[in-house]
T-cell receptor, first 112, second 111 residues
Framework: GAGVSQSPSNKVTEKGKDVELRCDPISGHTALYWYRQRLGQGLEFLIYFQGNSAPDKSGLPSDRFSAERTGESVSTLTIQRTQQEDSAVYLC??????????FGPGTRLTVL | GEDVEQSLFLSVREGDSSVINCTYTDSSSTYLYWYKQEPGAGLQLLTYIFSNMDMKQDQRLTVLLNKKDKHLSLRIADTQTGDSAIYFCAERRNYGQNFVFGPGTRLSVLP
């Protein structure tokens, strides 16, 4: 497909488990962003990749959160030892040269 | 302040015009954006404006930019029920993570 895809679309997990969220950006887009959106709230920036490097990780809420990007393509956001407050929709966006962002449909994470 | 600000709610009658306002933070921001988010969906880019422009029109959408006051607005003409959604403004800064989003304005269109 031509757009940003994310998987899984929904993830239900138990408190304390680790989860991995995947983002497939639009081919050729050099920039990739992760955001968190809690229910009824705006977007909270998590991390930004330029190529495979992450020049800005300032939004990661704790050391339980990490992300990587390989091949200037797929990115994985990992949350270790999930907590109930991690429940949210995690949105990924990609951008050609930091101009215009194209968003994926998001992964809805529910931590029981 | 550091935050992009928007009013959280707006209700209009079908057929009326909607005006959604946003105050951004960085006078050096080069691009300003409006996104639409429908229930259960990701964000869809509606339009954007370059900082050297005052106005941009695209069909029913009109964007106005006041750089002096760092104020951005989105006008939707002849608002329809399908326009009901959350509208986010965003600025592209020249440092850090580049894009900063407002909290979103929930537009409700009443029949």
């Amino acid at each position: 497909g031509a757009g940003v895809s994310q998987s899984p679309s929904n993830k239900v997990t138990e408190k304390g488990k680790d989860v991995e969220l995947r983002c497939d950006p639009i081919s050729g887009h050099t920039a990739l962003y992760w955001y968190r959106q809690r229910l009824g709230q705006g977007l909270e920036f998590l991390i930004y990749f330029q190529g495979n490097s992450a020049p800005d990780k300032s939004g990661l809420p704790s050391d339980r959160f990490s992300a990587e990007r390989t091949g200037e393509s797929v990115s994985t956001l990992t949350i270790q030892r999930t907590q109930q407050e991690d429940s949210a929709v995690y949105l990924c966006a990609s951008s050609p040269q930091d101009n215009e962002q194209f968003f994926g449909p998001g992964t809805r994470l529910t931590v029981l | 302040g550091e935050d992009v600000e928007q009013s959280l709610f707006l209700s209009v009658r079908e057929g009326d015009s909607s005006v959604i306002n946003c105050t951004y933070t960085d006078s050096s921001s080069t691009y300003l954006y409006w996104y639409k988010q429908e229930p259960g969906a990701g964000l869809q880019l509606l339009t954007y404006i370059f900082s050297n422009m005052d106005m941009k029109q695209d069909q029913r959408l009109t964007v106005l930019l006041n750089k002096k006051d760092k104020h951005l607005s989105l006008r939707i003409a002849d608002t329809q029920t399908g326009d009901s959604a959350i509208y986010f403004c965003a600025e592209r800064r020249n440092y850090g993570q580049n894009f900063v989003f407002g909290p979103g304005t929930r537009l409700s269109v009443l029949p």
